[in-house]
């Protein structure tokens, strides 16, 4: 499909408008949707500054930052923090270092599993979870620390890392403990 | 329980036959594959993380309460090297495990219908035997057993990813079910290779008995799911229990095909092999694997009726190098293991003959008389 403001790039930004209760949906491409689209700005920031983190700390949007998230992981290969196990090492021995690796990895797993397996949702059995509240609690609890002591040696990047990680665990934390049968 | 008697008992209970689709069935097999939160897989963990998860598997598993299994623990680190493949090649360990260099184990029960490994490729694999087709009820067995390791234990398990391996093609359920299997008839007529491109589009593994590479000595043949991700426990077996069940129509197929054919060509063939078992004085892997093969097709066909499934499955595990070497009490070259393989086929196969003799023996002096 090609931009309809600039009839020349190829539009890749879906703008849905709710105007008087009808719907309109229009496609721009990157260049002219930053041009229309309010939150484009932020898109274009240089990702790593260290002023960014910090506003991103004081509690600006989340949706924000996950895709200040993913545009860092497709410029860096991640390594994964409990193993030390890179992308490209899991390509080459087809196994994971360690159960974070699936974290880590997340973005570039679904072709993988979708080459190897069925879908890439579990649909079986689930684990009974008794444990397992207790240990995402403890895992939390030792990040937070960890966090502190980021704050306080002014190692901002971390703290970040620390903060994205604490999330990711509340999140499963709340979906996983209370509703697994 | 002592490790003699897992390495003197060639007849554990999964081998003794007789349930549904025996003639074709040998036995099944369930796996599940666990891991504990907070320690990193086998392939990165420090030894000091190996220590710990053995301890915590063998404080949950010989405390298991009465009505429960009772498992005898065996550490890899104090086991000689030809005990290891004795377990090896009786399934109960696997190969990866027995070369383990850090802390490694496994748990038996005395009727060796469960093995556990810990710190194989992943921290746990639960795997269960049992004789003849028994997916869901063998797969029961082990998941009571895992809920068991469950309420004790924190696996690492992710709400989307389900249960979390070390290998991708495990994620999910862990589950992988295997039904070893008996086709002699299908590989006479050389079908076999189309079945293992089919079952390939059908999400299934075709492998040898004796591992990989061992292609299909023996004529056996060990078929497994594939898929572990985004498909139930229930239709996994489901779809294995179908596609064993379509194989064993096509090798019945195949064997009424060839005995009506050529009734005479294929008994002699059948009874050779019986002659070389009973006979030879040297023995390849190779060769007896083929003549056992047939014999065993002779029995399922009731050319040859004198002879046990049983002892027959006994055989089939007795061929293997550890086996030789630990009925020789020695370590052997291969020139010599094919000289004890020879002595021992007949040693188990006379001892059918010399029953066999005593009861004519009776019979003649019946006639006599």
Redesign the interface.
Known sequence: MICEHCKQRHATVTVTQVHNGTKQERHYCEVCAGKFHPFQMELQDEPVSIHQLMSDWLGLPIWKNQVQGEVQQKQQPSTCPSCGFTYRHFLKVGKFGCARCYDTFRDQLPPVLERLQADVKHVGKTHSGEHQTEYYQKQIETLRQQLQQAIAEERFEDAAKLRDETRAIERKLNVGGVDSP | MNIEHFLKNTSPSWIEGSEDYSDIVMSTRIRLAR?L?????P???SEEEAKQVDESVLQVLLSVKEEGPKFSYFPMKEMPSLQRQVLVEKHLISPHLAKREKTASVFLTEDESISIMVNE?DHIRIQCLAAGLQLHETYAKA?KLD?CL??E????????????T????N???G?RASVMMHLPALTMTKKMNVLIQTMARL?MVVRGIYGEGSENLGNIYQISN????????QE?LDELQNVVEQVIQKERQARQQLFARAPIALEDRLYRSLGILKYARILTSEEAASCLSNVRLAVDLQIISDISLSQLNECMLLIQPGFIQQYAGTMLQAAERDIFRAKLLQEKLQIQEQNESTVRGKGEDLYDV
Do not use: W
């Open positions: 891991n939160n907070g320690f990193r897989f392939i990165t963990f490729e998941s809920q469950d309420k234990l924190m696996y690492a398990y992710d709400e989307q990813l389900g249960f979390l070390s290998c991708p093609t994620v999910g359920t589950l999400g594939q898929i572990t991700l985004g498909k139930s426990e996994i």
